[in-house]
């Protein structure tokens, strides 16, 4: 089984960035992939973006292509978000999990098994 973590959050003015990790401990006899996802206030938590355990696949939502880029470390097991040029719409518990699907990131509705405990972002000046 495996338990993932996020780290790096906490509050950036408008235009910064700030870069999220999640760890992976654990294990599993399936390869997985790992998601973003974030849940603003008051909202239902979406996707952000997904990496599967081949660094060459690579999902976005519309709203962050362009500014947010996952990227996995293997080294240590750890996976990163990126996050560029924000703005306050970002703002939200952003949520990294495992997702056991042959590897790859799976179709929008499929739904991830193992999740962290969430890292607040907020951007506000």
């Known amino acids: 089984q495996l338990h993932v973590v996020e780290t790096g959050g906490g509050l950036v003015q408008p235009g910064g960035s700030m870069r999220l990790s999640c760890a992976a401990s654990g294990s599993t006899p399936h390869p997985y992939a790992i998601g973003w996802f974030r849940q603003a206030p008051g909202r239902e938590r979406v996707g952000i973006s997904c990496i599967s355990n081949e660094d060459s696949r690579t999902d976005y939502l519309d709203s962050v292509k362009g500014r947010f880029t996952i990227s996995r470390d293997n080294a240590d097991n750890t996976v990163y978000l990126q996050m560029n040029s924000l703005i306050p719409e970002d703002t939200g518990v952003y949520y990294c999990?495992?997702?056991?699907?042959?590897?790859?990131?799976?179709?929008?509705?499929?739904?991830?098994?193992?999740w962290g405990q969430g890292t607040q972002v907020t951007v506000s000046s």
């Open positions: 999990a495992a997702v056991e699907f042959n590897g790859r990131c799976p179709p929008k509705y499929y739904e991830f098994d193992y």
